[in-house]
Structures are given as C-alpha cells and as structure tokens.
C-alpha cells in the first residue's frame, strides 16, 4: 500500500491555495480572452489607443472608466455594422413570419447566430444541442436582453415547417429563431457574415457569431468549447454588464470540503460530446435518456455504436431505425471516439445509473438485446 506523504491538513492547505490560484488566474485569463473579432483593430489604430501608465494611481479608476466610455461612445456614432452593412432581405422563421433581417432580426439587439440545416447528421446538431445548454446557462436572459438566431445554409430544402420541427427537437425558446429564405437573400447574409466560399454543406462553417448591434461589436466564437466561457463572452457583449458586481450567492462560493478533484475519462467524454443530447436519468432530451443503457442494450452494438453511428444506418440496423424514429430532430454524428473511449464512457454511465438505484426502490432492469 502506498504511503501517505502528506497529512489531511497539509493536503486541505494545498487544495485551498490551488484553488485561490485557479480561481485568480482563470479572472484573469477571461478578463484578457476575448472571442475572436470580426474585424481586428488595426495595429496603428491600437497602439494610438493604449492607455498610457503616466497617471497617479488614484486617478487610474476614473481615466479608464472616461477611456472606455468615450470608446463606447465614439463606436456608437461611427458603427460600420448597421443598416449600410447588413442586408435587410426578408427571412422566414420557424412560425412562417415574415421578416426583415436587419429591422426585425438584429437591430438593436445583442444575438447570438449559428449555421445550420436540418439533414445535417454531423456538427449541426451538436451545436444546436450546446446552444440549447447555453441557453439554460443564461437563466432567462435569451429572448429578454439577447436572441438566438440560427440560420439555414440550405434554404433549397429547408423550409419553415422543417426548421420549426428542428427548432422543437431541441426545446427551443421564443427567444430562439430559426430562418430560412430566397437562396439569394441567405447568401448575401452568409457573405456579410464572412462566408464567402462555395463549400458543401458537409464542410460548412461551424462557428458561431456573437454581436451587439448597438455598439458594433461583432466576433467569432465556437459552441463546442466550454459553455461557461461562452456564457461569460456572450454577457461581455452588452458593456453594461461589464459594470455590474456579481457577488457569488450562496450555493456559488467554494466548499473546501466538498471540493474534489478527479481524473474520470468517462465522465470527460459523456460532458463534453453526450450531455448536450442525453441525461441520465433526468428524462428524454434530443436523444434518449442514457441510464441503465448498458442493461437494455448489447454491450458490443453500444461499443460500435458509439464508435461510428453512420455504420449502423447504412446497414439499416433496426435499434438505429427505430431511435431515428423516435428522435427525428437529429441524429449522432461521429466524434472519432475510440473503443478505449466507448468503454470509459460506458463505464461512467453504469456508475451513474447505480447510484440512481440505490437511492431507488427496485432494481436495475435486466439485459436485453433486443
């Protein structure tokens, strides 16, 4: 048996400054970290702008609070983003409204666009699926202080009913649209937006837009990444918010004694690629809730299938079919995942469901390969 080197309240000294460092380093590092722009101040532009270090220190506070309300206000007058850069084409939502897409869809508003069509059987729903979580994150600011938009890059083939039942299958809010439109019209929006190529739809963009029309603040972001870090870019959007002290409630401060660390690849796997879609145990969501998967399904089918879904499709398996079936609005795409890694997640899903029965009355069903 390996000794222990350190004793409990060393150990508990150690955790308490690891986290006081990560906590301070990770203020830091989202304070500086910004999605990337749409538009990059040039060098000479930003080198003209930095503040200079000549101020008392007691006047540092208020120079830069002048410095960033004379920048927000001189973005406001000279914004090249409005009306004279975007097109405000009519565009179809997932209702069948009719709208303009300047006027109606970002004027004014703080959004968050993604790029989408509803055959997609890759990223598309994954990003739709971490939007969706997003969303939660955001405890009821979208369709009150910012939008989501999703817009097709297959209007030939999807129509308003098509998006509304894509739109469904994620559990989206009124705040959420899903357009679609003239072939054209969705072009120029794509091309204003900075996609200017003639890729296929299987190699269309995935990244995600955040801007704030007022301002004229435009970037570049990534829905697969951490969704708190998200969150944060996204609230950064709207410069009031940046003003604001957010004292951590109750239930956000840190717990040293319930402050563990682990080294789980299972449960690194299912956050990151199978949470956006499934549960375990809490119900249905885009996919079906994954506890006791192990006991309903054959472990090998789960092991390949969890390595490469498209196969099963394409020899028509009917478990395959039949969740097709049953969750129409999407589809598992293939995340490149090994064997080792299907075994991990697996094994994680079977822990999780064991501790549901034990605080359960019954049982864990009994296998099944049907």
């Known amino acids: 048996m390996q000794r222990r080197l350190l004793s409990t309240s060393s ?48 006047e540092a506070p208020k120079q830069a609070a002048h410095e960033a309300a004379s920048r927000t206000a001189s973005r406001k007058r000279s914004n090249k983003w409005g009306a004279n850069y975007f097109p405000n084409v009519p565009v ?45 994150k955001l405890d009821g600011a979208v369709g009150r202080d910012l939008y ?91 410069p009031e918010w940046l003003n604001e002290a957010h004292l951590p409630q109750r239930d956000e401060r840190v717990d040293l004694k319930k402050f563990v660390f682990h080294n789980d690849p299972g449960q690194t796997v299912f956050q990151r690629f199978c949470s ?13 809730d994954l506890r006791d998967v192990s006991a309903r399904r054959d472990h090998a089918w789960l092991i390949n299938f969890i390595k490469n879904p498209k196969k099963a499709f394409r020899e028509n398996d009917p478990i395959a079919l039949a969740l097709a079936t049953r969750f129409p609005g999407v589809r598992m795409p293939i995340f490149g995942l090994t064997e080792a890694d299907a075994e991990d997640v697996l094994t994680y899903l079977d822990r999780q469901s064991a501790r549901i029965v034990d605080g359960a009355t019954g049982t864990a069903p009994q296998a099944s390969h049907h």
């Not at 989202?30 to 930003?46: D, V």
């Not at 069509?117 to 739709?128: A, F, G, H, I, V």
């Not at 120029?188 to 990244?207: M, P, Q, T, V, W």
Request: charged content about 20%; glycine content about 8%; overall charge negative.
């Open 276 to 288: 956006p879609c499934h549960t375990i145990g809490a119900g249905d969501r885009v996919g079906p």
């Open 92 to 136: 179809i939502d997932q209702n069948g409204r009719t709208l303009h897409f300047y006027d109606d869809v970002i004027k004014g508003k703080i959004v968050v666009i993604s790029f989408i069509y509803t055959n997609c059987q890759d990223l598309c729903p994954l990003t739709t699926a971490r939007l969706a979580q997003l969303e939660d």
């Open 148 to 238: 989501f938009v999703s817009i097709t890059v297959d209007p030939e083939h999807d129509t308003p009913e098509r998006m509304k039942a894509f739109a469904d299958a994620f559990g989206a809010g009124p705040g959420w649209l899903f357009l679609t439109g003239k072939v054209e019209d969705i072009r120029a929006i794509d091309y204003k937006f900075g996609d200017r190529s003639d890729r296929s739809l299987n190699d269309h963009r995935n990244e995600i837009i955040l801007g704030n029309d007022t301002i004229g603040d435009w970037q570049r972001a990534s829905a697969l990444g951490d969704l708190g870090d998200l969150a944060n870019s996204v609230r950064q959007m709207k």
């Open 11 to 58: 150990l508990s000294t150690i955790a308490a400054v690891a986290v006081v460092a990560v906590s301070t380093a990770a203020a830091v590092f989202l304070t500086g970290a910004r999605s990337q722009p749409l538009s990059p101040i040039p060098a000479s532009k930003a080198a003209a702008t930095a503040p200079q270090d000549t101020q008392p220190a007691a």
